[in-house]
């Protein structure tokens, strides 16, 4: 079975879509392929995203994820903007949504976690919607 792309979005590709592409992988890996890029790039996520997924989730976000552009990405199939505050980058998709999320950036530990719980159940319910078909996406077998 081919899964979809599913590509989280945001200008800066260092904090919010990087926390999405490590819970993507890690808790909907069975159901689409996760991807995160901007249409900037920062030299390093956000230390205290990577800090606390890894505190929370074992997952090492700086030696499996990087920051990159929209062309360094394939071809995607679900676009998930972050809530940029500005205008979202723009990437070709069957669906797209916005989930609407603060950066956390320069917040406290425990902001930061409020970000990342939504993050973990919008992932959770975005994989429940694709494997029962209620996110219809052409082409894809369930």
Request: glycine share 6%.
């Amino acid at each position: 079975m081919i899964k979809p792309k599913v590509a989280f979005i945001c200008v800066h590709n260092s904090c919010r879509s990087q926390i999405a592409e490590a819970l993507g992988k890690q808790l909907a890996g069975d159901v689409f392929e996760s991807f995160s890029a901007g249409t900037e790039t920062k030299p390093q996520i956000n230390q205290d995203a990577v800090m606390l997924i890894k505190q929370i989730y074992g997952i090492d976000m700086e030696k499996t994820q990087h920051s990159k552009l929209l062309e360094d990405i394939p071809p995607i199939d679900v676009v998930v903007t972050m809530g940029c505050n500005v205008a979202c980058p723009y990437l070709p998709c069957k669906y797209r949504e916005d989930w609407g999320l603060e950066d956390p950036t320069g917040k406290s530990d425990e902001e930061f976690e409020k970000i990342i719980q939504l993050i973990e159940q919008k992932i959770l319910e975005l994989k429940r919607r694709i494997e029962t078909g209620e996110l219809s996406l052409a082409g894809f077998q369930k």
